[in-house]
């Protein structure tokens, strides 16, 4: 048996095989829970209603898809540049914290409810962008791996996030109050500061939060950006071939600047989503949105999504529905870690299927002389 | 061609049964009966933890084996505040659970109940009541300043390690009961602090359980929610009072005491209130007389003396002679901090109470900010 690498990438492989990926995954995963004694059909049955079916599911699901589309597209931007940029997870809790202070500050202080939404974008691109621009900078100018540096750059935004609410009497923490002495909590925002979202009226009302907007909008303009653009080319260029794209005259290192800003931009304003549409306030507790690995998710999302900006916003919908049902789904007649275990091989199958677009497996000993280009 | 063959022939075997296993499921696990209570637990770790969400999970065993069939319980584990958990909640209102139990603070607000109207909520450790949301918890301190007794005990040195989680009046509390219970059986006893920020996180809880023993600490004890301590205290020959849930088996020869928690009979009342209608929301603070609170079963090296001293000590707090939170009482730079012959109340009193205390009593290292 052999892999090798397939010439043409034929069309119908493109939907053919992750529709094969999830057909497998939900043999495999069948098999694991008839092993450990549960009913796998109407495990898939339980899945399939929490995530699109019951009441309010999908205004939970995309509660959970709308930060991963962003982290999504972040690692998207920046991955098609060959620009690894691990950090979406740090990015997005700047941007929270930054989007947060505008929020409080320009919300407390009479603005126009669209105005400050609008303010709380920037900071929290802004927050985003700068944090990335550390592990940006340090690529242009010094040749540092942007890897080891975005990732750990995550852990001391962590630690800033935990800082200012827990250790610390910050602008960010509501120090007023019996029940603030009781355990440190985040101010909450001002009315005029909270993001609105449209009801559709079906299936109990969903509610289509204004970053899960946010995010499709900006998925267009990236979109836009890289394939319809000279920057987009230039970036493509760079990513495929540094020294090709250095002979060609292109500039690099304002290229990584301005990827990696753009990238921790789109994962900052995930954190200002965060704050604006779902928890209003600054999310600090170590057991709150740290725990979500919105960031790394991303990543998983922008690979299954082969880096295209319009398919991240899908796959976010879709890994966000399986993250949404996985709650519903433990308790105490099925154990998380078996929720867990069937999450793992969904997606192990969906991204182990992308090998077969690009390669081809051959059983047999010979090979035809001519494809063995 | 053979392996091929066989290849092909096991993959259309494994569909084919996996096809039949699915087929012979359907409709089996979905007829359970309606007409159970619904009530259901949240756990910010695992169900399993050797602590804190365990001692509840034993709670809702209890209340299931005692209701039986006119009850259904569930748990869901390790959920996150925020996003994680409202998505959680919707699911069982959506199931029909009629009541949840949270256990861990920040789960539930007034606001938050609000949303749910016909659901009764109940969260341990806050102080958030409202119409459908009431609050729970036990004077740890008594259990664990009797388990503070246990460490100074065994303690040769006097320097004792306590690996904690958050800097917040609870926890605060926790060390300040541990450092005076401590200080009657080893006086002069330091309680040094390493805050781990987090409730379960047994890596953390680990290094810092190292990081005390290297600074000179010859017993542990914790007011986290995973046995990792005491693991590493087992590795150490080092004596270990654990916290929560009697963990011994986690360190058979370490183990001292440890402080601990029997909500089932709370969870039993309170569900037996909402399935009759008389469920009233309140702050309810369990005491180690009504067996709300209390100590496991000490471990082979604790000495008759020390269970004589303890039992005596657990006696006294019993029949209200002694309260450990009783003044004179110094914090960390000696200054007077509760008046003598003034006893702390549990909300009364803003930081000299026992829901706001935020600052640390004389021989404990480190900072009440984390």
Redesign the interface.
């Known amino acids: 048996m052999r892999i090798e690498r397939r010439l043409r990438q034929p069309r119908w492989l493109i939907v053919a095989v992750p529709a094969g990926s999830l057909v497998f995954a939900f043999?495999a995963a069948?098999?694991v829970l008839?092993a450990t004694g549960?009913?796998?059909?109407?495990s898939y049955r339980q899945i399939v209603d929490?995530a699109f079916l019951?009441?309010?599911a999908i205004g939970?699901t995309l509660?959970?898809a709308t930060p991963l589309a962003f982290t999504g597209l972040a690692a998207a931007a920046a991955f098609r540049m060959r620009l690894f940029n691990i950090g979406a997870e740090g990015q997005l809790f700047m941007g929270a914290i930054t989007a947060d202070a505008a929020g409080l500050y320009l919300g407390g202080h009479g603005w126009p409810t669209a105005l400050v939404i609008f303010a709380m974008v920037i900071a929290g691109c802004a927050g985003g962008a700068a944090w990335a621009l550390i592990p940006g900078a340090l690529r242009a100018f010094f040749k540092t791996n942007e890897i080891i540096t975005s990732l750990m750059l995550n852990y001391v935004a962590a630690y800033v996030l935990?800082y200012l609410v827990?250790?610390?009497e910050s602008y960010w923490r509501q120090t007023k109050g019996?029940?603030a002495?009781?355990?440190?909590?985040s101010k909450t925002l001002p009315n005029d500061a909270l993001w609105p979202s449209a009801m559709i009226h079906a299936r109990g009302g969903i509610a289509l939060p204004l970053g899960a907007g946010i995010a499709v909008l900006v998925a267009f303009l990236l979109w836009f950006l890289f394939t319809r653009t000279r920057f987009g080319f230039e970036a493509q260029v760079l990513g495929d071939s540094p020294r090709a794209a250095q002979y060609a005259g292109m500039r690099t290192r304002r290229k990584i600047l301005a990827v990696m800003g753009i990238s921790g931009a789109v994962a900052g304003l995930g954190g200002a989503s965060q704050v604006g549409d779902?928890?209003h306030m600054l999310?600090a507790?170590?057991?709150?949105?740290q725990?979500?690995y919105y960031g790394y998710t991303g990543i998983v999302v922008a690979a299954l999504a082969r880096y295209n900006p319009l398919a991240v916003v899908v796959v976010a919908f879709l890994i966000g529905a399986l993250q949404?049902a996985g709650?519903?789904l433990?308790?105490?007649?099925f154990p998380?870690g078996l929720v867990g275990v069937m999450q793992g091989i969904i997606l192990f199958s969906a991204l182990g299927g992308e090998l077969l677009v690009r390669y081809r497996v051959r059983?047999?000993r010979t090979m035809p002389a001519t494809e063995a280009a | 061609m053979r392996k091929r063959k066989h290849a092909l022939a096991a993959l259309v075997v494994a569909i084919a049964a996996t096809g039949v296993v699915l087929a012979a499921g359907v409709g089996a696990g979905s007829a359970k009966s309606n007409s159970a209570f619904k009530v259901a637990w949240i756990y910010v770790g695992p169900h399993n933890d050797g602590g804190w969400s365990q001692a509840h999970d034993a709670g809702r065993l209890y209340v299931q084996k005692m209701l039986g069939s006119k009850v259904q319980t569930t748990y869901k584990e390790n959920i996150a505040v925020g996003a994680q958990l409202q998505q959680t909640v919707a699911s069982l209102v959506n199931q029909g659970y009629k009541m949840i139990f949270g256990t861990s603070y920040g789960y539930f607000s007034k606001a938050f109940a609000a949303k749910y109207p016909s659901v009764l909520f109940e969260q341990a450790t806050g102080t958030d009541v409202a119409k459908n949301l009431s609050e729970y918890f036990g004077a740890a301190e008594d259990s664990v300043f009797l388990s503070g007794m246990a460490a100074g005990a065994a303690s040769k040195t006097g320097d004792i390690g306590y690996v904690v989680a958050f800097p917040i009046p609870e926890v605060i509390r926790h060390a300040n009961a541990f450092t005076l219970g401590a200080q009657v059986t080893h006086p002069g006893a330091k309680v040094h602090l390493v805050w781990t920020n987090n409730w379960f996180d047994p890596a953390k809880e680990k290094k810092a359980a190292q990081s005390l023993v290297a600074a000179g600490a010859d017993v542990l004890g914790q007011n986290v929610d995973s046995p990792a301590t005491g693991q590493f205290a087992e590795s150490k020959g080092i004596p270990w009072v654990g916290y929560d849930s009697d963990s011994s088996k986690f360190a058979p020869k370490s183990w001292q005491t440890a402080s601990v928690y029997n909500w089932g009979p709370y969870y039993l009342s309170r569900v037996k209130a909402a399935m009759n209608g008389t469920w009233k929301s309140g702050f309810y603070y369990g005491s180690m007389k009504s067996g709300f609170t209390g100590i496991a079963a000490f471990g082979p090296s604790v000495s008759a003396a020390t269970k004589a001293k303890i039992a005596a000590k657990m006696k006294a707090i019993e029949n209200g002679s002694f309260y450990e939170f009783t003044g004179p009482l110094y914090d960390q730079s000696g200054k007077l901090r509760v008046k003598s012959g003034v006893r702390m109340q549990v909300l009364k009193g803003g930081t000299n109470s026992l829901y706001g205390m935020s600052w640390l009593v004389k021989g404990v290292v480190g900072s009440p900010k984390g």
């Open positions: 043999f069948g098999l008839y549960h009913n796998a059909l109407s929490a019951n009441s309010g939970q509660t959970q935990t827990f250790n610390t019996f029940n002495s009781v355990f440190p909590t779902f928890a999310d507790d170590p057991n709150g949105l725990k979500q949404n709650n519903t433990q308790g105490a007649d998380s059983v047999g």
